[in-house]
């Protein structure tokens, strides 16, 4: 199976109350490739300045990414986000967007991208989204999002919504998209437009997953030291998304689906230890193994009825 991704590769200036990184390797895209890489062959899609060097490229490139959709812009500047977080770390600011090589940016992919099994649709403008959707006949599709597009072009991407399996938004995305205070009832929203899984991530809380017929929940990893939340959810997306993909022919499975959704939320909790990618980029697959096993052990429970009143 392969994985194309599109989306945002990028620098990241972000302050958080344990320091502060200017312009790092950062971007969905870049987040959600170093995490789906453990699972797959990853094809990345996107356009990079001459800012973006071959360093920068060799990041992208761990475990193997295919590199050749990656289109250096002449005379152009890579993608800029700079964010702020205070104590609580649910919570950021962002202080600055720039578009720059995204702003006209008009995707052809390769053939191997083309022939993915798997697309994921990460977090940029939703035209964009829709241009490399429509240039590919994966057999499964999912999406992220944010509070930005959901701004300034609701319309355009409810419609690439409408055409994909799987929507990954954040709690407030949802509540934001949907007009539903309600998590549950807003998901459902989004399951009415056409895609048959909505997961709900909720930062430090987790993550939850909706279907017409079911609902999952998983705890976040409870770490001690958490650095820079930026990209928390790329990430989970890749170990999500590289899951599923590793098991394509069983990915409406609600048994599958939990064991993606614990992959994720393990692959996320190691990309808040550190900066950027600093982290994931040097992270290996025992690792994985183990925080998914701890993952399993502190959620089990048996009920054994009590005697009750009544
Ligand atoms: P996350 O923390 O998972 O929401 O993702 C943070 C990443 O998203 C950062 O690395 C940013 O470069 C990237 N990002 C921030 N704003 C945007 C945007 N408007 N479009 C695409 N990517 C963005």
Same mark, same amino acid.
């Given at each position: 199976m392969s994985v194309t991704v599109v989306g945002s590769l990028a620098f990241d200036t972000v302050a958080t109350p344990f320091g502060r990184r200017d312009r790092m390797l950062g971007g969905a895209a870049t987040h959600f490739a170093l995490a789906a890489s453990f699972f797959e062959d990853i094809h990345v899609v996107g356009p990079v300045g001459e800012d973006f060097t071959d360093e920068h490229v060799a990041v992208l490139a761990t475990r193997g990414t295919d590199v050749a959709d990656v289109e250096r812009i002449s005379g152009g500047r890579t993608f800029f986000w700079s964010g702020e977080y205070g104590w609580d770390l649910n919570a950021r600011e962002t202080l600055d967007t720039q578009l720059n090589v995204f702003e006209h940016f008009a995707p052809k992919l390769s053939a191997a991208s083309r022939g993915c099994d798997v697309l994921f649709l990460a977090n940029i403008q939703p035209a964009l989204q829709r241009a490399v959707l429509e240039q590919c006949a994966a057999e499964f599709v999912a999406l992220d999002s944010m509070n930005l597009w959901i701004e300034i072009a609701r319309d355009a991407l409810t419609a690439v919504m409408a055409r994909v399996d799987c929507v990954i938004l954040n709690d407030a995305e949802l509540r934001q998209l =949907? +007009?539903?205070?309600n998590l549950v009832t807003a998901a459902r929203d989004v399951l009415a437009l056409g895609p048959s899984v909505v997961v709900a991530k909720q930062g430090e809380y987790g993550a939850a997953l909706i279907t017409s017929d079911g609902f999952f929940s998983l705890p976040a990893?409870?770490?001690? =030291? &958490?650095v820079d939340p930026t990209g928390a959810g790329d990430t989970f997306a890749g170990g999500f998304v590289g899951y599923l993909a590793r098991h394509l022919d069983q990915a409406g499975d609600p048994e599958v689906l939990r064991r993606a959704m614990a992959y994720g939320t393990a692959l996320a909790s190691y990309n &808040?230890?550190?900066? +950027?990618t600093d982290r994931v980029a040097k992270l290996t697959a025992a690792e994985i193994h183990d925080r998914v096993d701890r993952l399993q052990e502190m959620t089990r429970f048996d009920h054994l009825p009590a005697p009750l009143v009544g």
């Open positions: =949907t +007009g539903r205070p990893y409870p770490l001690e =030291t &958490v &808040v230890e550190r900066f +950027g």
